[in-house]
């Protein structure tokens, strides 16, 4: 690798570890736990949560550390792979510029997610078989499946975008394949949840509208001129448009497959830069002007992604209320709202009713349906039937809950029968977090 080669790739990874650092810093004086509830859907699944648990090292320290250092690798990796199918360094390096200026670059390496570990498996197997290492870049992928096999339908399309490459290029069977693959893996999952929209696709997909894992309105907008620029002067990576098409249509399924349709869109955001870069303009200043409103709004989307996301939950509060209720120590069930069951799980132990994977796999979704009639409901009966039927022991509400994103108001719903009936008492009631505990009738009438 020449020098301006390996400069270019350190300044990238340099931009990238500001970001992280920068996200991590504003984290910590705005609030001193590690941030987004969704985070600890995997943090449950962890297999190293009690060695990590039952060490001296600081777990929280280790979810934000691994993240970091493995950003390192995966820019690099991604670098080598997009060389060896452009054969162009700057291409390369644009490309890799443009995912360490994403959220989704940001999401991967600031959260302990089952995705970060699995991907640099992942992009070491298709470094390899790149470079022709075919015996252990199938050991990698196949390690890929070990650690998380949801991601086999990512190693299947990886296996057909290599195969092709032996192909004679007229032949249908990688698209097929793909398609194929797809078919199945909607059909197998239940298939589509009904009701998707463009307002949808840009409160759930795109990161400059609350989410946390979705494009930037300019990666976005980048991705697709490059789509556009690609498409007569490519002729061998039509397979990538029906790639990122197959992996968007899987992603309404699991959300988390978004990522690995970034990580191809940026391979056309890059294309799209290096192609500005080297079209001749009649005029220089114009061209420069372009450049720096593309780059300004990539910083801007990944800026505005890093303040929202290190004001979001969990709080100090609601971590210590969780704490509490892990001393009680008894048994029971917790209510609450699905956004926030995996979060009270991970802390206070206490199985919860509804979390993010029972609203991301199930598809009738009829406990977070019935949970939330129960929430809107004044009927005694009706709430004392729900929570027999459903173990439940305690309600956990916060600020959030009370303010817009169930109830509008302390006279609305259960709220109400919370504080008037005499089978709910409130247990716990700090930093806007209540905790009611659920008294059987049976008992105590």
Not at 15 to 40: K, P, V
Not at 327 to 335: A, D, E, F, T, W
Request: aromatic share 16%; glycine share 6%; charged share 15%.
């Amino acid at each position: 690798m020449k020098n301006k080669e390996l400069n270019g790739i350190l300044i990238v990874i340099i931009i990238s570890s500001i970001m992280i650092i920068g996200f991590h810093a504003l984290r910590f004086s705005n609030l001193n736990t590690i941030h987004d509830y969704e985070q600890y859907e995997d943090i449950n699944l962890s297999e190293n949560k009690f060695i990590l648990s039952n060490s001296q090292t600081n777990p929280d320290l280790i979810y934000r550390l691994v993240p970091f250092l493995l950003s390192f690798i995966n820019i690099f990796l991604i670098y080598l792979a997009t060389k060896k199918i452009t054969k162009n360094s700057l291409h390369s390096t644009l490309t890799t510029l443009v995912f360490s200026l994403s959220p989704i670059n940001l999401f991967l390496h600031t959260t302990y997610n089952q995705i970060t570990f699995p991907l640099t498996l992942l992009l070491i197997g298709i470094t390899l078989l790149l470079y022709n290492k075919h015996f252990f870049g199938f050991i990698f992928l196949l390690t890929t499946l070990f650690v998380n096999p949801n991601l086999i339908i990512i190693v299947i399309f990886c296996l057909i975008l290599f195969f092709d490459r032996s192909i004679t290029k007229n032949s249908i069977t990688p698209f097929i394949g793909m398609i194929l693959s797809t078919y199945i893996y909607v059909i197998f999952n239940n298939s589509i949840k009904p009701g998707f929209s463009f307002y949808i696709f840009l409160t759930d997909y795109v990161a400059d509208f609350s989410t946390s894992i979705g494009f930037s309105i300019f990666g976005l907008i980048l991705g697709i001129l490059g789509i556009i620029f690609s498409w007569s002067k490519k002729k061998d990576i039509y397979l990538f448009y029906v790639s990122i098409i197959s992996l968007f249509i899987i992603s309404l399924i699991d959300k988390r497959y978004l990522i690995f349709c970034e990580l191809l869109l940026i391979y056309f955001g890059g294309f799209a830069l290096f192609s500005i870069l080297k079209t001749k303009w009649k005029s220089d200043e114009l061209k420069h002007y372009v450049l720096t409103i593309i780059l300004c709004g990539l910083i801007f989307s990944s800026g505005s992604y890093i303040k929202r996301m290190s004001e979001i939950g969990p709080t100090k509060p609601e971590i210590d209320s969780l704490l509490w209720l892990k001393s009680q120590n008894l048994p029971g069930i917790v209510l609450s709202g699905f956004e926030y069951g995996d979060f009270i799980h991970s802390i206070s132990g206490y199985e919860v009713l509804t979390n993010n994977k029972y609203h991301r796999t199930s598809k009738d979704q009829i406990k977070i349906y019935e949970t939330n009639l129960i929430f809107q409901s004044r009927t005694l009966s009706k709430i004392v039937t729900f929570f027999e039927k459903e173990k439940i022991s305690y309600v956990w509400i916060n600020k959030k809950m009370k303010n817009g994103q169930i109830w509008g108001n302390s006279e609305q719903g259960i709220l109400l029968v919370l504080r008037t009936s005499k089978y709910f008492s409130k247990v716990y009631d700090h930093g806007n977090v209540q905790i009611w505990a659920y008294k059987n009738p049976n008992i105590y009438e």
